[in-house]
C-alpha cells in the first residue's frame, strides 16, 4: 500500500513568506498525485493534479512538483496571505481504486 | 462546486441503529467513493464504485454496506451503528481511476452515542 507522509505537521508563517509544503510517498510507480485544501469543518477542496508523465502544475501563486525517483512532491506557495491558511493534504494513487492521504499540514499565516 | 451533495449533513444516532447516508452528484461521473476522516488516520475509503450496481470494498469496509443503483446516487449504510464509526465521512467523484482528478462532497458529521 502507498504510504503517504506530510512534513511539518503544523507551520505557521507570516504573511507575506513564500513557502514550501512537503509530502513524501513510498511507492514510486505512482499514477498521479493530488494536492487539497481542507478549511475547518469543511470539505477537500482540489488544488492541483499532477499526472505520473508531469513533472509540475501551476495555478496562481501555487505550484506542485512530483520526483517520482526520489518519492517527493511539494506545494509552493508564493507570498502567502492569511486566507491561505488551512490544512492541506497530499494524496497518491498508485493502484487499486483509493487515493492514499497524508495526514496532512496545518497552515497558519499571520498578518 | 463539483455537482455533489451529501446528505445529512449532521446526525446524531445511538448505538445498534441503521443509517443510511447519501451522496448525490449531477455530473454523470462513473466512480464514486466513499471516505472516512478521523484524528490520526487521515482520510480512508470504504467502499468505491465504479458504475450501476457495481461495488466493490475498500480499506475500511467492516460494518459498512453500499448500493448504487442510479448512477447519480451513492449510499452508504450502517447497518448497525457503532461508537467507532463516529466520523466525518465524505462522498467523492471522478470520471476516472487513475490519470482522473477526485472531487469531494461537503461531508457528514456523523455521532454515534
Known amino acids: 500500500k502507498q504510504e503517504v507522509t506530510q512534513i511539518p505537521a503544523a507551520l505557521s508563517v507570516p504573511e507575506g513568506e513564500n513557502l514550501v509544503l512537503n509530502c513524501s510517498f513510498t511507492?514510486?510507480?505512482?499514477?498521479?498525485l493530488q494536492w487539497f485544501r481542507q478549511d475547518p469543518g469543511k470539505g477537500l477542496t482540489s488544488l492541483l493534479l499532477?499526472?505520473?508523465?508531469?513533472r509540475e502544475q501551476t495555478s496562481g501563486r501555487l505550484n506542485a512538483s512530483l520526483d517520482k525517483s526520489s518519492g517527493r512532491s511539494t506545494l509552493y506557495i508564493a507570498a502567502s496571505q492569511p486566507g491561505d491558511s488551512a490544512t492541506y493534504l497530499c494524496?497518491?494513487?498508485?493502484?487499486?481504486?483509493?487515493?492514499?492521504f497524508g495526514k496532512g499540514t496545518s497552515l497558519l499565516v499571520t498578518p | 462546486d463539483a455537482g455533489i451533495t451529501q446528505s445529512p449533513r449532521h446526525k446524531v444516532t445511538e448505538t445498534g441503529t441503521p443509517v443510511t447516508l447519501r451522496c448525490h452528484q449531477t455530473?454523470?461521473?462513473?466512480?464514486m467513493y466513499w471516505y472516512r476522516q478521523d484524528p490520526g488516520h487521515g482520510l480512508r475509503l470504504i467502499h468505491y464504485?465504479?458504475?450501476?450496481?457495481?461495488?466493490d470494498k475498500g480499506e475500511v469496509s467492516d460494518g459498512y454496506s453500499v448500493s448504487r443503483s442510479k448512477t447519480e446516487d451513492f449510499l452508504l449504510t450502517l447497518e448497525s451503528a457503532t461508537s467507532s464509526q463516529t466520523s466525518v465521512y465524505f462522498c467523492?467523484?471522478?470520471?476516472?481511476?487513475?490519470?482522473?482528478?477526485?472531487?469531494f462532497g461537503p461531508g457528514t458529521r456523523l455521532t454515534v452515542t
Open positions: 455530473e454523470n461521473h462513473r466512480y
Open positions: 494524496a497518491g494513487y498508485s493502484s487499486g481504486y483509493a487515493l492514499n
Open positions: 464504485s465504479y458504475g450501476v450496481k457495481d461495488t
Open positions: 499532477i499526472q505520473s508523465s508531469q
Open positions: 467523492a467523484i471522478s470520471a476516472g481511476q487513475g490519470y482522473y482528478e477526485q472531487y
Open positions: 511507492d514510486s510507480a505512482i499514477y498521479n
